[in-house]
């Protein structure tokens, strides 16, 4: 059974703090993805990485950062949490089928 | 910029109604189209899937969904749901020259009453 693992379901974390989310994916995919789904908005994608190393800004990318040191895994970096970062983020991973496998989510709140 | 609706933002139903939910999209050429589903408490999944071919597309759970390039829509449809079918829904599409990245509309969320 294909597994996109994401490392915390619950988090609560204080303005200023720095916040790791980690995904990893067991599928050997190329492609991976955050992204954030807030109420009335749908998902929105803050970054994706095609490869190793490489990463791309997604639709909203500010107040986040990205590291992709090995393919299966794809963490998402919050250098200075902000109440406005509270939500639900998502990680996902694709292979050449254009299909998105999603893992559980992450539930964030900043106080 | 490409953008994907969804027009109905929730929607009640009773136990053995139809269903139909509206999803358009903003790009007149080659797309390729998703609907997925979030159950509660649980993570997203693909109900069905348009790359090419026929465009009634059967997914999961009874659901179909049909792709009108004349009017840019790929409506999701069931012809009975259940209170099982509880849920939002997702419609979503990646375009030609971006193939990987996948576009959400806002999302629709059901509830079905026994």
């Known amino acids: 059974d294909v597994k996109v693992t994401q490392s915390s379901r619950y988090l609560v974390k204080r303005t200023g703090e720095k916040v790791f989310l980690e995904c990893v994916q067991d599928m050997d995919h190329e492609n991976m993805f955050w992204y954030r789904q807030d109420p009335g908005l749908g998902l929105r994608l803050i970054y994706f990485s095609y490869d190793v190393k490489m990463k791309e800004k997604g639709d909203i990318p500010e107040g986040y950062s990205v590291s992709r040191e090995k393919k299966e895994r794809f963490s998402l970096i919050l250098e200075s949490a902000s109440t406005n970062q509270t939500s639900m983020y998502l990680c996902?991973?694709?292979?050449?089928?254009?299909?998105?496998?999603f893992g559980e989510g992450s539930r964030l709140t900043v106080l | 910029a490409q953008s994907v609706s969804q027009h109905n933002h929730h929607v009640i139903l009773s136990e053995a109604a139809s269903l139909e939910l509206g999803c358009n999209y903003s790009?007149?050429?080659?797309?390729?189209l998703f609907w997925y589903v979030q159950y509660p408490g649980q993570h997203l999944q693909l109900l069905l899937k348009y790359f090419s071919g026929d465009p009634l597309v059967k997914g999961i759970k009874g659901f179909e969904a049909e792709f009108i390039k004349s009017k840019f829509s790929f409506n999701l449809r069931k012809p009975s749901v259940q209170w099982s079918d509880t849920a939002e829904y997702f419609c979503?599409?990646?375009?030609?020259?971006?193939?990987?990245?996948?576009?959400f509309g806002t999302g629709t969320r059901l509830q079905v009453f026994p």
């Open positions: 996902a991973s694709s292979g050449n089928t254009g299909e998105l496998f």
């Open positions: 979503a599409v990646t375009y030609p020259f971006n193939t990987d990245k996948l576009i």
């Open positions: 790009y007149g050429g080659t797309v390729n």
